[in-house]
């Protein structure tokens, strides 16, 4: 597999810490670099944030190695702290290998009409979870979680979000767990835990100070790791 791109550098990192420490958290392009296991395979992954339009962003994650490809993104529209999602795709395969007996395809797209106020999903979806799901101010899917949980811990607010995904809607409050020391681009780094979990799937994030992302991401199903994603550059 293709190696990790270079490190942060010293006078990048300074940049991102000026921006993050701002009194007005402010959207930022950026291009992370993460190390990836996806359901015990070691993969590659890419997280990218960048402009599509007026108040408008795409964040966009890619995972891909040992023949699986993942890869999912989300349009949502920033006004001042305001962010909603406006539409998605979550697309998933085994393509080689070992990947393509374990690893089902699929494809779904996410569509947020908020002047209907409600949500639709098309594609390898199920009847029941086309939707329509009404919306609320406030809503988020998956992707838009997680900047949203960076973004809310630096103000000190509540990490509680009423996650609109997959035709279903779920209530997910993130509570810090305690403190580790990460490394990123070589460099360690003091990171606070937070963790959702209820009675079958939990999510883990290692948030550092001055950094738009989390560090690590850790989703586990049924108490086994089934996406760990560990940050390796930015810029």
């Not at 291009?31 to 108040?55: E, F, H, S, V």
């Not at 085994?94 to 990947?99: D, I, K, N, Y």
């Not at 089902?104 to 939707?131: C, E, F, H, L, M």
Request: aromatic share 6%.
């Amino acid at each position: 597999m293709p190696m990790f791109r270079r490190p942060l550098r010293a006078a990048a990192v300074a940049a991102l810490l000026a921006v993050a420490s701002a009194p007005t958290l402010a959207v930022e392009p950026f291009t992370a670099d993460y190390a990836a296991n996806y359901m015990g395979m070691q993969a590659n992954g890419r997280m990218t944030l960048a402009p599509d339009g007026a108040n408008r962003w795409k964040y966009s994650l890619e995972v891909n190695g040992a023949g699986a490809r993942l890869a999912q993104s989300t349009v949502f529209e920033a006004d001042g702290e305001r962010w909603r999602p406006l539409s998605g795709n979550d697309t998933q395969g085994g393509e080689s290998g070992l990947a393509a007996m374990l690893v089902k395809k699929r494809s779904i797209n996410a569509t947020y009409d908020w002047g209907k106020g409600q949500a639709t999903w098309d594609g390898d979806v199920k009847p029941d979870r086309k939707g329509p799901v009404k919306l609320q101010p406030g809503d988020v899917d998956g992707m838009l979680m997680n900047l949203a949980l960076v973004r809310d811990f630096a103000a000190g607010k509540p990490m509680s979000y009423r996650l609109v995904e997959d035709g279903r809607v779920k209530r997910q409050v993130f509570k810090p767990a305690g403190t580790d020391t990460v490394t990123v681009g070589g460099k360690s780094h003091k990171a606070t835990r937070v963790t959702w979990k209820d009675d079958s799937r939990s999510i883990t994030a290692w948030i550092v100070d001055g950094l738009p992302v989390p560090a690590r991401i850790l989703q586990q199903r049924g108490g086994r790791d089934h996406i760990d994603l560990q940050l390796k550059s930015l810029r």
